[in-house]
């Protein structure tokens, strides 16, 4: 291998972290000016940004809500998938899961040409 093509390579992958790091305070500058879902349609690209909740589930609080503890087998983690489809299929209360979770929310940023 030539030594030129290992430096090019090194110079393309600083420029790759250099355009990533730029792209990313751009994205949050975006976000920042759009508390809600907005869409915006420029002559040229559209513009949408879409907040999704999350629930971040506490392992202990989780468990210790469980009624029954074959329910931890199932879940085995506080895996918000799993925790979801026990909700909906009435295996497990929702009213049970108060306080082992916090929400978050993230915004998910799409540019169309």
Do not use: H
Not at 22 to 36: G, M, S, V
Not at 58 to 75: I, T
Request: aromatic fraction near 8%; glycine fraction near 0%.
């Amino acid at each position: 291998m030539r030594p030129e093509r290992l430096t090019l390579y090194c110079q393309l992958k600083e420029e790759q972290k250099r355009i990533e790091d730029a792209l990313e305070t751009l994205r949050e500058e975006i976000i920042a000016a759009y508390a809600t879902d907005a869409e915006l349609k420029l002559p040229d690209y559209t513009l949408k940004i879409i907040y999704q909740e999350k629930k971040v589930y506490d392992d202990q609080q989780v468990f210790a809500a469980l009624p029954d503890p074959e329910l931890w087998k199932a879940v085995c983690r506080a895996d918000p998938t799993k925790i979801n489809a026990l909700v909906k299929s009435k295996l497990l209360p929702e009213q049970l899961l108060e306080g082992t979770y916090r929400t978050t929310r993230t915004a998910y940023l799409y540019v169309q040409p």
